[in-house]
């Protein structure tokens, strides 16, 4: 199941991304402050009640057009978050009150068929009934007020908001097969390589399962194993939504990858690395996610024998945080290459639920401390006493260590390295957790 997502809608300014950072604050796993990681996130996972869900701060979302007038922007985010989100938050300032911008928001959101939530943040004084009532006139129900920065009401406000998500419906995809979210930005290939996939010998579509209303999912077997392939550029195709709506698609993006095992991030060769292919990775990467690196149109390159190790050097400096991921080099055209996908795909699915023993762990852990001890700090030295893997899907560690300040990056890094040249984890980020231990 996907996690439901609650979208922040509002004027630049208001309180989102105070709010945002206060309902998923202190929650970020450790891979995630390596270098090359995008830093302004706009999405997190949060949880209330024993709920978990995406918050995502719509304010920050790319919609591609800075040229175009604020209003215009803000008329796309609250489209986006009526399309994607399971409920949203619109949030209005109660020091200035209502605006035009608020009005024409408001509007929008009006029509939408999801809870909206009318969150009037900056009242620090809930006895100044007029600083929001005045919102009631906006005609989306009650003004919830709220100060993001002080932390007032905003445990009421996540009571309504985890309320009104969607039940989850126990509706489980089939848990053998392994999911695929095939992801990447418009025009890419994504929807050629689908078909071209299913296309192939030896792949026989069994059935086509309900579909979600973000992706068209297609079942299918090959050579007795089980897929099932999330297909987000199949909504467009399939004509149910249109090219403006899928460009800035990035919750649909998120909800197909949170339900995969294993993602295919879909570059266009032809093109290169754009930032937009970066900021896709990246909810991969972070989402603890198998991925391969499909490089499409090969068959535009002029090439030789060397353009695809260049190729593989530039893909690794711009997006460094996935080098674990493998690339392959193909065209949905010609089909080159095409078979050897599924390939990669049982190959880093297997990867991503390795589980090393204990012991085997803590005999690396002590080798790679005698070969290389970390650098001392201060005059004191980080020592590892000890290491398990306590998940898979990605491979979760937690090290005990005798000071947490001590274990810096660099040294993480290292570990990292020694750990995947000795057991592999292809395809698959790693997770570091670190918990002291005097
Ligand atoms: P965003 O542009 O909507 O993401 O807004 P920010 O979260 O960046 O906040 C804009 C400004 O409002 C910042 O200076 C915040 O410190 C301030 N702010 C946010 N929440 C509150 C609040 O609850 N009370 C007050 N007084 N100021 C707030
Ligand atoms: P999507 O938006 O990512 O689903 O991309 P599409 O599958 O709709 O493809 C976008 C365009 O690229 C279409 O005109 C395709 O015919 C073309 N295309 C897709 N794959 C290839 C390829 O491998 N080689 C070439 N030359 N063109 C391709």
Redesign the pocket.
């Known amino acids: 199941m996907a996690k439901p997502i609650v979208a922040i809608v509002g004027r630049p300014n208001v309180g989102k991304s105070t709010l945002f950072n206060r309902l998923t604050g202190g929650r970020v796993a450790i891979v995630e402050d390596q270098p090359g990681v995008t830093r302004d996130r706009l999405y997190r996972d949060a949880n209330w009640l024993e709920r978990e869900f995406t918050v995502v701060d719509t304010g920050g979302l790319d919609f591609g057009d800075r040229d175009n007038p604020f209003s215009a922007i803000i008329h796309k985010q609250a489209e986006a978050a009526m399309e994607e989100a399971d409920v949203i938050m619109f949030m209005v300032d109660g020091r200035s009150g209502i605006t035009a911008d608020d009005e024409a928001v408001a509007t929008i959101l009006r029509k939408a068929k999801k809870p909206v939530f009318l969150v009037v943040n900056k009242i620090e004084d809930f006895s100044q009934k007029e600083r929001y009532f005045d919102f009631y006139s906006l005609g989306l129900g009650d003004p919830i007020p709220i100060s993001a920065s002080h932390g007032m009401n905003t445990g009421d406000l996540l009571d309504a908001v985890v309320a009104a998500l969607p039940e989850n419906n126990g509706e489980e995809d089939d848990p053998d097969a392994i999911k695929i979210a095939v992801i ?1 930005r ?8 689908v078909n071209a996939i299913l296309g192939q010998e030896r792949v026989i579509v069994s059935d086509i399962p309900g579909t979600t209303r973000d992706a068209i999912d297609t079942a299918f077997d090959r050579d007795g194993k089980r897929y099932i392939l999330i297909d987000t ?1 199949g909504m467009r195709r399939k004509g149910r939504i249109d090219e403006a709506v899928e460009r800035y698609s990035v919750m649909r993006s998120l909800r197909a990858i949170d339900r995969s095992d294993v993602v295919l991030m ?1 570059i266009d060769a032809s093109q290169g690395v754009t930032e937009q292919d970066k900021k896709i990775a990246g909810y991969a990467h972070e989402a603890g996610k198998a991925c391969v690196l499909v490089l ?5 390159v002029p090439k030789d024998e060397k353009t695809m190790n260049r190729f593989d050097k530039v893909v690794r400096s711009e997006m460094g945080f996935l080098a674990y991921a493998p690339t392959i080099y193909v ?3 010609t089909k080159q290459r095409l078979p050897k996908i599924l390939e990669l795909v049982d190959f880093v699915a297997e990867q991503a639920t390795r589980r090393i023993s204990t012991s085997v762990l803590n005999e690396l852990l002590a080798d790679i401390q005698r070969v290389t001890p970390a650098p001392t700090d201060r005059g004191r030295r980080l020592k590892i006493l000890f290491v398990t893997q306590t998940a898979v899907k990605p491979p979760t560690f937690v090290f005990f260590v005798n000071d947490e300040d001590l274990f810096h990056f660099s040294y993480r890094r290292h570990v990292e390295n020694r750990f995947r040249e000795t057991f592999g984890f292809e395809g698959v980020p790693m997770r570091f957790f670190i918990r002291q231990r005097e």
């Not at 418009?186 to 390589?193: A, F």
């Not at 499409?296 to 535009?300: E, G, P, R, Y």
């Open positions: 990447g418009p025009n890419v290939g994504k929807s050629s390589l550029a879909v499409n149109k090969w068959d535009l065209s949905a055209l």
